[in-house]
């Protein structure tokens, strides 16, 4: 009678950790940054007019043909990059739930590269101040999500996936 014993080498496989509630949370928020991000995508086409006259108040000299073709390339990029926001809130929501903390740490780096834009967005011949009290409402959401997804909770569930897998 031949018996099978298991192989010394095969551990059997560590159950995976739920999220801790500090991790739904900031996935939370970050759905809830994508929502807005979306939102202010329309807003920037809905004002499209007035971004144009921010920018000739900024630039009387501009030919009028040229202003219509700026304000157009503007109204597009910025809708451009609310939308792109959008989905990086959202693909980094999914990659938190998964354990990755590349995407904590890249949510970081965009919250700074955000808040940077932002204070400098805010200076002196800034848009509108609908576009202004929003692009502030989504960097204090992306605050509140980074600062959920580097609680010690929401770390030890990162240090999990962290941990050699055999």
Not at 21 to 28: E, F, H, I, M
Request: hydrophobic share 55%.
């Amino acid at each position: 009678m031949i018996e099978h014993y298991p192989n010394a080498a095969q551990t059997p496989e560590l159950q995976r950790p739920g999220p801790p509630a500090s991790l739904r949370r900031a996935v939370q928020v970050m759905y809830a940054g994508a929502i807005v991000t979306a939102i202010h995508a329309v807003i920037y086409v809905a004002t499209a007019g007035a971004e144009k006259t921010a920018i000739k108040v900024k630039h009387p000299q501009m030919l009028p043909g040229t202003l219509s073709a700026v304000a157009a390339g503007v109204v597009t990029f910025e809708t451009v990059v609310a939308v792109l926001s959008a989905v990086l809130f959202v693909w980094i929501a999914r990659q938190c739930l998964k354990g990755r903390n590349g995407a904590r740490i890249t949510a970081t780096v965009l919250l700074v590269v955000a808040v940077l834009l932002t204070a400098y967005r805010l200076g002196p011949g800034a848009g509108t101040t609908l576009d202004a009290v929003v692009m502030v409402v989504v960097d204090l959401i992306g605050l509140a999500a980074v600062v959920l997804l580097w609680l010690r909770s929401s770390s030890a569930y990162f240090a999990f996936f962290k941990r050699p897998q055999f």
